[in-house]
């Protein structure tokens, strides 16, 4: 099997789950109870925190657990809109975020606040003069992605958080889920208030992530109760999800510095190789070296249904995805392509290629010769059908 659907959720690191298993079993206490067994738990959270922070470089009291990557952008723009709307009820994001963000805010519109998304270029990219431009002075956040998790163009977020220090009311919050462990990301240096990570996309395991909060900053909690993570987001935590967490991320901090740079050279070579064999297909996204991450590839073929090329290319036991996970059994044509200025003929034909920190060289050439075996059967088999 190749498995390159690692946008959607990668393989479980051994190491990770050999931490997951042992403090399952040995280290079940409460992080919360008094006695030597909850003391053991509540050290194991805060070396997990320590070592979030560090691959992060954050303060450790910045560091908040949470169940994943969309529990993570709720508590950071409901939190950030709740806890400020006095200030004002605007919010400003892009047309190309993830739902976790996207849907969120429709949410907030719908009980009031005003939210502008931004329009994208032909390559996915939101610019920063557009989010000056559309700031007023109720605005309290701006969430931007660092990476966009259908066509893995990175978004200017360095330059946005530059630009938003002058206005030191408005806050900024970035999905990061996309990106860490793959290309660098620097929160404190980038003005960043809030970043949200999942473990699950870094060969951690599902179900827990967490969201760094600028030291300082309040937020209204999501979840209130017995007031763990310093009364950010009450619940038992989650010991052996987030000590497997803290696990993922130091090995996806190390391994991504190597690995990244093998990862594009593959992307590029896959590329090159399809281009030149395989008519009528379109790339989405930036392919510069710096413009977007290395492990995601969009391709589309106008004229072919996603579905038919997922399935036809599983059938050669290769993995890859249409769209985006959450939103791949839907019927509509991606909103982030559209957006992109594809047209729904176009946009009903993309696949989506991703690769993980465990992805070979092989992967990426058993991909490509399935890709060149199965594009043109499909395509042939439409001609003769559309004639
Ligand atoms: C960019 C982005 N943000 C957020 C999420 C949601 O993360 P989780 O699956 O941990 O809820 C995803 C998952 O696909 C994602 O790609």
Not at 313 to 336: D, M, N, Q, T, Y
């Amino acid at each position: 099997m190749v498995y390159l659907d690692n946008s959607a959720t990668t393989r479980p690191d051994p190491e990770v789950i050999r931490v997951l298993s042992d403090v399952m079993e040995n280290i079940y206490g409460n992080p919360s109870s008094l006695h030597g067994l909850g003391g053991k738990a509540e050290r194991l959270v805060k070396q997990a925190r320590e070592a979030v922070a560090k691959t992060l470089g954050v303060s450790p009291k910045g560091i908040v657990f949470t169940s994943g990557g969309t529990e993570s952008n709720n508590a950071a723009i409901k939190g950030a809109a709740f806890q400020y709307q006095n200030r004002g009820r605007h919010l400003i994001t892009t047309e190309v975020e993830h739902a976790s963000v996207y849907e969120v805010c429709r949410q907030l519109q719908e009980l009031g606040w005003k939210v502008t998304f931004l329009p994208v270029d032909v390559q996915g990219r939101v610019r920063p003069e557009d989010v000056e431009k559309a700031l007023t002075s109720e605005t309290v956040l701006v969430s931007v992605m660092h990476v966009n998790n259908e066509v893995g163009t990175v978004q200017p977020v360095q330059a946005i958080g530059s630009l938003l220090q002058a206005y030191p009311k408005v806050l900024f919050h970035v999905d990061a889920v996309q990106s860490f462990g793959k290309i660098p990301l620097r929160p404190k240096e980038w003005g960043i208030d809030l970043l949200s990570l999942s473990g699950h996309k870094f060969h951690g395991p599902k179900g827990v992530g967490c969201l760094y909060i600028r030291e300082g900053l309040q937020l209204m909690p999501l979840l209130v109760g017995g007031g763990q993570e310093e009364g950010y987001r009450s619940g038992t935590q989650n010991v052996p999800g987030i000590a497997a967490f803290a696990k993922a991320a130091l090995l996806a901090a190390e391994k991504g510095k190597q690995h990244a740079p093998r990862l594009y050279q593959w992307k590029m070579e896959m590329l090159q190789k399809l281009q030149s064999k395989l008519s009528g297909m379109m790339v989405n996204g930036d392919l510069s070296r710096e413009g977007c991450a290395p492990h995601i590839l969009s391709l589309a073929f106008p004229g072919l249904k996603s579905e038919v090329i997922v399935h036809a290319l599983e059938e050669e036991g290769v993995f890859v995805s249409s769209k985006s996970a959450c939103s791949s059994k839907g019927e509509k044509p991606s909103r982030v392509l559209k957006a992109m200025g594809l047209s729904d003929e176009e946009a009903v034909g993309a696949i989506r290629i991703s690769m993980g920190l465990d992805t070979t060289q092989s992967d990426v050439e058993a991909c490509t010769d399935a890709l060149l075996r199965v594009i043109p059967q499909l395509q042939q088999v439409m001609k003769v059908h559309g004639s």
